[in-house]
């Protein structure tokens, strides 16, 4: 059964450029979302986020009218849905998961769905989601079969097949690298492959859908506990009084250790987040998980308490000068480098606690946006020379390209990226 029509609900930074994708290969996509500035701006034949090449991909989807956005969901053959997983707001030590987000997508495609569609959850999840939005379905359309009940014989069905690209790079990741399809039944996984190889030309890897739930999760888990190992040991290096960053140069070298860089702490919607969808499920069995995950959230304040010390050095070296006559600039704002996305940013959490907590002057250099967020006070954006020019502190979070290879500033410096550390 072919695929003539495909919807994708959610159009940010993996929905977009999804539906753009297929779009290029002459399908017709929908695309859902409940932001109204979003879907104006792609029906325009433009992009409301930052992501390489994405826009003139989508600018060609909607001049040849293969791609067009919407708020409410249209009649398609499958479904895509790629909508926000965050956790919920409590105070337990251990967040939990909010899935309102997919809920409501699927309560939203429901009333459009028709016997042999396929639906795909794409949003990271914790394991069972894919099950638990089948049963979503069934609740909404109980004069259609689900896999659940129906197995093979369901008239709908459904999968789970993660995202697993890197920003900056996600046109050609979604094309090259492989895809975990995870089916509720053989048929399904079989439907989702044939749905995704319109424009993958990776690998389509077969299992079930709580294993592709998992394999996201553990892909990103893994990288949140080699990364504590980094920023444990670069806190270790601080207080021995030896240089991290030389320190696992020299480690590296051994022929089987492979040591990451150490940072001010770990962001972005993903690695930040999906491990604790594992220790959420399974607080007692995940504890080198969890334990990794307490390690990154720690390492911003212990950034931030690395600023006061410089602030305190500052003043004890100049003691006509108070706290109003400090300058600090912060280098970098975004949770990785060369991107525009501020979302769980350690980087950007830094700045704002010590824009709120110390009240000093703050310089920012952020090369990939132009405007500073409106809540944020006392902070101006600059370019680098001025920042570099003009402050006492200097304050190192994320390695663009466009502070490598320069100078470093005079002044007191703390440099969470080795920028600066080394020259």
């Known amino acids: 059964m072919s695929f003539n029509t495909i919807s994708v609900i959610g159009l940010g930074y993996i929905g977009l450029p999804t539906a753009a994708m297929f779009a290029s290969r002459k399908k017709n ?30 600018h060609a989807a909607v001049t040849e009218g293969y791609l067009k956005a919407v708020t409410s969901p249209e009649p398609a053959d499958a479904f895509l849905i790629a909508v926000p997983t965050p956790f919920k707001n409590n105070d337990s030590t251990i967040p939990e998961p909010d899935l309102s987000y997919i809920k409501k997508a699927s309560e939203a495609i ?42 093979e014989s369901a008239d709908v069905n459904v999968a789970h097949c993660p995202e697993r690209v890197l920003p900056g790079h996600v046109v050609r990741e979604l094309v ?32 079930n859908a709580r294993t592709a739930e998992m394999a996201k999760l553990t892909e990103n888990s893994c990288r949140d506990v080699q990364i504590a190992f980094a920023n444990e040991l670069s806190i270790i290096c601080d207080r021995l009084d030896i240089d991290v960053w030389e320190l696992i140069s020299l480690a590296n070298r051994h022929p089987r250790i492979n040591i990451l860089q150490p940072g001010p702490g770990v962001g ?31 390492k911003p304040q212990w950034v931030i308490n690395k600023v006061k010390l410089a602030i305190a050095d500052f003043l004890q070296a100049n003691p006509t000068k108070t706290v109003k006559d400090v300058t600090i600039s912060c280098y970098g704002l975004a949770f990785k480098p060369d991107i525009d996305d501020l979302r769980e940013s350690p980087s950007f959490n830094i700045f704002s ?33 001025t920042a570099k020019a003009n402050a006492d502190i200097h304050l190192m979070l994320v390695d663009h390209k466009e502070f490598l290879n320069t100078k470093r500033p005079l002044g007191y410096v703390i440099d969470c990226k080795n920028v600066w550390s080394t020259r």
Request: hydrophobic share 45%.
């Open 29 to 58: 996509v929908i695309g859902v979302d409940v932001n109204q500035h979003a879907v104006d701006t792609i029906n325009r034949g433009e992009i409301h986020i930052v992501e390489p090449d994405l826009d003139m991909i989508v």
């Open 110 to 151: 429901a009333s459009v769905l028709k016997k042999g569609d396929l639906v795909i959850l794409e949003s990271t999840s914790p394991v069972g989601a894919t099950e638990q939005m089948a049963e979503w379905l069934a609740a909404a359309r109980p004069d259609l079969s689900f896999p659940q009940i129906m197995g």
């Open 176 to 207: 090259e690298n492989d895809r975990v399809i995870g089916g509720m039944t053989a048929k399904c996984s079989a439907r989702a492959v044939e749905l995704y190889k319109t424009f993958v030309q990776g690998e389509c890897v077969i299992t």
């Open 268 to 298: 972005g919607h993903c690695i930040a987040v999906d491990p604790w969808f594992i220790v959420s499920k399974t607080p007692e069995e995940a504890q080198l998980i969890h334990t990794a995950r307490k390690v990154n959230d720690a």
């Open 353 to 385: 606690s010590i824009s709120q907590e110390v009240k000093i002057k703050i310089l920012v250099v952020e090369p990939n946006i132009t405007v500073l967020p409106k809540n944020v006070t006392n902070a101006t954006l600059v370019d680098l020379s």
